[in-house]
T-cell receptor, first 111, second 115 residues
């Protein structure tokens, strides 16, 4: 069945270190993947996306990697800052109007 | 930067009552969505809406739920005869293109508490 899940529910990193948040998906038909950041009391905020015809995409301080062979998605945050503390969700779309979210990883940044 | 706005921020309703959650999507967007997030859990898709009709819905979106775009700016979610398990954050989202092509913009949600 279709599902998107995360390996770790929480991740704690030191300020300035790099963060890696992982996500596993099971629907091989998914062709569009998105990472969202959700701060307390706010709605999900778009960070970066990637299509299935790519395996890497970079943004400002963020990189998304897609490994279709093992159905794995990761978000790398460089030089993590206190403002990066939030819950991060991966999400997938199989080409229709339905986006499926993963369970979320809470990132704590220690000063 | 344009935003999706939702009202009210918190709605408290007695079980069995009807509730309407309101959203103003970004003005040039054509695709509209509702999601639900039970406290501490993941964001769950409810419904997508395009061209004045539902384009896709999840198994959560049963006959108790309905959506409407009553005018050119608002997008509403109605829950008839609310149940305790309807208590959650409800997020509205919109996008210029279909969600298979671009990310959605989310509002900050309405917290619905059913007593």
């Amino acid at each position: 069945g279709e599902s998107v899940g995360l390996h770790l529910p929480t991740l704690s990193v030191q300020e300035g270190d790099n963060s890696i948040i992982n996500c596993a998906y099971s629907n091989s038909a998914s062709d569009y993947f998105i990472w969202y950041k959700q701060e307390s009391g706010k709605g999900p905020q778009f960070i970066i996306d990637i299509r299935s015809n790519m395996d890497k995409r970079q943004g400002q301080r963020v990189t998304v990697l897609l490994n279709k062979t093992v159905k794995h998605l990761s978000l790398q945050i460089a030089a993590t800052q206190p403002g990066d503390s939030a819950v991060y969700f991966c999400a997938e779309n199989t080409g229709g109007f339905k986006t499926i979210f993963g369970a979320g990883t809470r990132l704590f940044v220690k000063a | 930067e344009p935003e999706v706005t939702q009202t009210p921020s918190h709605q408290v309703t007695q079980m069995g009552q009807e509730v309407i959650l309101r959203c103003v999507p970004i003005s040039n967007h054509l695709y509209f969505y509702w999601y639900r997030q039970i406290l501490g859990q993941k964001v769950e898709f409810l419904v997508s809406f395009y061209n004045n009709e539902i384009s896709e819905k999840s198994e959560i979106f049963d006959d108790q739920f309905s959506v409407e775009r009553p005018d050119g700016s608002n997008f509403t979610l109605k829950i008839r005869s609310t149940k305790l398990e309807d208590s959650a954050m409800y997020f509205c989202a919109s996008s210029e293109q279909a969600s298979s092509n671009q990310p959605q913009h989310f509002g900050d949600g309405t917290r619905l508490s059913i007593l």
